[in-house]
């Protein structure tokens, strides 16, 4: 999608739902009252139906074949965990019900039902626009983007906080980067009891990480021309002594 297109400040919850599914790498698999565990077992359709490589002997295929067909039989749930060590690094949690049939040594399982939880709380997505949906442009590559900012540019993520207004710095110890898409980047603000999230939209959108190198850019231009909060001033002004 090019920057002409039409554009909101943060991703519709079947994207954000699409984009989970898309990087997570384990899922929990909840059927016939049985719990298990799959790590690097799971991919994605177009449509967002998920493909489980399961072992023969695992429980989930004998309740494919029994459950009968249209009826609700398992629920899988996915985690959305932050790249950089933060407080409650669980960004988001994903949760499908539905039922699995055999697809050529695989199990496929159709989505009934997909709850999205945030911070913000949770939401029912609809499922045609779940299966419409594609993942955020930049989802693959945020981890690698996000622990690069936090690890080599401190200095940025600080300057970056002459966009956040001055009352959500008060307390704050430390600001790290939590989480990047398309549409803009979330700072995490930590305090000694406390944390708060303070999203930096882009001007446009960034459908590729070299846009986004240029949009970020664009925000410390931003951040750069903006005054130091008065809040981390006295922070450095305390820490010299």
Do not use: Y
Request: a negative charge; aromatic letters at 4%; proline letters at 7%.
């Amino acid at each position: 999608m090019g920057d002409s297109q039409a554009w909101t400040a943060a991703p519709s919850a079947a994207e954000r739902a699409r984009s989970v599914l898309d990087v997570a790498w384990s899922c929990a698999v909840t059927a016939e009252g049985s719990r298990e565990e799959f790590v690097g077992a799971h991919t994605v359709a177009e449509d967002g139906r998920v493909l489980l490589d399961v072992p023969e002997d695992s429980a989930l295929v004998a309740a494919a074949i029994c459950a009968p067909r249209g009826e609700p039989a398992a629920v899988l749930e996915f985690a959305d965990v932050a790249p950089v060590p933060v407080r409650k690094r669980i960004r988001a949690r994903l949760w499908l019900s539905g039922w699995f049939t055999p697809d050529d040594g695989k199990l496929a399982f159709q989505p009934t039902r997909v709850v999205l939880r945030q911070p913000s709380g949770a939401v029912v997505v609809d499922l045609d626009e779940f299966a419409a949906a594609t993942p955020d442009p930049l989802a693959t590559a945020e981890a690698r983007l996000l622990t690069h900012l936090a690890d080599c540019h401190p200095d940025a993520v600080e300057r970056l906080t002459r966009l956040v207004d001055s009352d959500s710095l008060h307390g704050a110890v430390r600001v790290q980067p939590l989480a990047v898409d398309r549409h803009g980047l979330t700072l995490r603000i930590e305090r000694a009891r406390a944390q708060a999230d303070v999203r930096l939209p882009f001007h446009r959108p960034a459908d590729g990480v070299a846009q986004l190198t240029e949009r970020m850019h664009i925000l410390l231009a931003q951040a750069s021309a903006a005054a130091c909060p008065r809040a981390l001033q006295r922070q450095r002004t305390d820490g010299d002594g």
